[in-house]
């Protein structure tokens, strides 16, 4: 046949290529509902639950999600591999898309129960913590992790870790492109002093071409996931798309290349107000979802007006989807202003 008028089918991009990373009291299904009014094609990640509060705990209050969160992922935290597995049975039942264990977060908490960061220094164990939880259940199972911790100072110990766990099974590695100092730095500081080392995230995907490679880890926007999707196969944000949540609006159009993405903020508020409305009249409080939402009108005019309304009067009792949408009002009032003082 003529190569010339060939037709090359493109690869379907990966599952993978954009996802929101698991932060703890941030990423609920409040938060991610929201999310899911800005981006259709973004993977959302739970916030990491622990296998002792669903084998001890409220099941329901820990998986529950609303149906327009799909794709989404359920993070776990543990390390013994019957406890894992029983969990992820649990995900599936109640329709997870995926399940990601926690081998990232390096908080005194999460090392006094074994598992997190300090998982990495046990390859092993997490290589039999994935094959458990890959017998008992047909979902992808994934690890999010660090680049190393502590005293583990060389690329081939990072290649050492990915390739034992992978010979449990697991395909799908998001790597924070950062160590952990698993003493002497908070969370928060391991978040942001530990340097960023993004080519060996590179250099791991070339190591594994084989493994699905996501990275995560200090990208702000955009136009840095694009970049990084030069050598990786997918990215992950936390703080920037929980910060500044209107990226989110982007992704589908210049990650994914869908041409009907129009969403305005207008049209997500709208949304929302069904959502209150219907989450009000089950005894909820408004504060707990409009908390997730008071970066939607970062850098606009009057964005400082809808997130001072929403902090300092949604937390009040009776607060309803009248004072998200009066918040709308103070935004609408001085565009229009500004608008007006223009012309």
Partial sequence: M??????VTPHPPS???????PCMDWTDRHCRFFWR?????ARLYSEMVTTGALLHGDID???YFNAEEHPIALQLGGSVPNDLAA???LAEDYGYDEVNL????????????RFGACLMAEPELVRDCIAAMRDAVSLPVTVKQRIGIDHQESFSELVDFVGTVADGGCEVFIVHARKAWLEGLSPKENREIPPLNYPWVYQLKEKFPNLTIVINGGIADITECEQHLERVDGVMLGRAAYQTPWLLSDVDRRLFGDSNCGADRAAVIAALVAYIDSYLADGGRLNHITRHILGLFHQQPGGRLF?????EEAHQL???SDTLLAALDEVTRRTEKQSSAVF
């Fill in 307 to 311: 997130r001072r309304k929403l902090s």
């Fill in 37 to 41: 009014q800005l981006t259709q094609r």
């Fill in 15 to 21: 599952p993978w290529r954009f996802c929101t990373a």
């Fill in 102 to 113: 926690n081998c990232g977060c390096p908080s005194d908490r999460v090392q006094n129960g």
């Fill in 318 to 320: 009776g607060a309803g």
């Fill in 61 to 63: 209050r820990h998986l």
């Fill in 2 to 7: 003529n190569s010339s008028t060939d037709t």
């Fill in 87 to 89: 969990c992820a049975r």
